[in-house]
């Protein structure tokens, strides 16, 4: 017995990942993360020289 399953295609072309089967529900979340965003504070620069040292560093520690 075969089940076939069928997924909705990523919201755009921003290859933005399905989070809700339903598009309405899909699209409703992602425009509450574009808002989010947009209302958030731009990074300082120590804050980006952080957050890089954080993600170089994980990826070091994956690689060992």
């Known amino acids: 017995m075969t089940a076939t399953t069928t997924t909705a295609p990523a919201e755009g072309n921003l ?9 309405v529900q899909n699209a409703a979340y992602w425009a509450r993360i574009d808002a989010n965003v947009a ?4 990074l300082t620069d120590a804050q980006r020289v952080r957050l890089r040292g954080i993600f170089q560093q994980a990826a070091i520690k994956e690689a060992a």
């Open 15 to 23: 290859g933005r990942p399905v989070r809700h089967p339903d598009p």
């Open 39 to 42: 209302a958030a504070p731009e």
